[in-house]
């Protein structure tokens, strides 16, 4: 999936991926897509809830082995 | 804009496990949109002391207080396996192995998220506490009062 800019959460536990989404989601603008890459199991089901909760939309994720992206887009 | 959605937690422990949960979910909380505030009071006091603490405190029971409850965000204990210092010197490296936040660093973190850090009044009178012995990023002493104000509205109430 194409991104507009992209967070290395590799290596790091909750909450640090979602703390450090909503700092990177500050950085682009509305419309544009962020790539998330994690490798903590629990981000599957909480990057969906967080973006339930602030209103951005949540497009899909990819797995690539333990790697898991996943595309926030923008909505406010 | 709407108003945000609060959260309130009131951390009473002074446990690493505990206040590392408690800061978990109040960072969780202020990613999440939402206007938190944490509430110390008795044990979860020594969660926000500094690490240095000239307490000057009058009394002779409050000094011996002081002195073998000292506080800090590097010197709290564990709830289990604490085995005198043991126990959290080898969780301590577990998270630094794990590159999570210290304890010291998910109260600087939650505050820049815009967590609020209330330190309980009565508790502070009661163990011979100023206002001196607290990190600087405490932004609020008060009472029972303040608390319930934020927790009536609040969607999120944790007690720790």
């Known amino acids: 999936m194409k991104s507009d800019a992209t967070l290395d959460c590799i290596g790091l536990y909750c909450p640090m991926p979602i703390a450090n989404t909503a700092k990177k989601i500050k950085e682009i603008k509305t419309g544009q897509v962020l790539e998330v890459v994690g490798d903590d199991e629990g981000l599957k089901e909480d990057m969906p809830a967080w973006c339930k909760a602030t209103g951005h939309e949540f497009l899909g994720m990819e797995e690539e082995g333990e790697k898991i992206k996943m595309y926030v887009k923008k909505t406010k | ?160």
Do not use: Q
Request: charge should be positive; hydrophobic fraction near 50%.
């Open chain 2, 1 to 160: 804009m709407a108003e945000k959605e609060k959260a309130t937690i009131i951390m009473f422990s002074g446990e690493l496990d505990k206040a590392m949960a408690a800061l978990n979910v109040a960072i969780g909380a202020a990613s999440m949109d939402m206007d938190v505030t944490m509430f110390f009071t008795f044990w979860g006091l020594n969660v926000i002391k500094k690490d240095k603490v000239d307490s000057k405190s009058k009394g002779i029971l409050k000094k011996m207080l002081n002195v073998m409850n000292r506080g800090g965000s590097r010197r709290l204990p564990l709830t289990n396996f604490n085995m005198a210092g043991i126990g959290p010197w080898m969780m301590k490296k577990l998270m630094k192995d794990a590159r999570f936040p210290s304890v010291a660093e998910s109260l600087a973190l939650a505050h820049e998220m815009g967590v609020k850090f209330a330190a309980c009044t009565t508790s502070m009178g009661i163990m011979g506490l100023k206002k001196e012995a607290f990190i600087d990023e405490v932004d609020v002493y008060c009472g029972v009062a303040s608390y319930l104000l934020e927790a009536k509205d609040s969607k999120v109430n944790l007690f720790i």
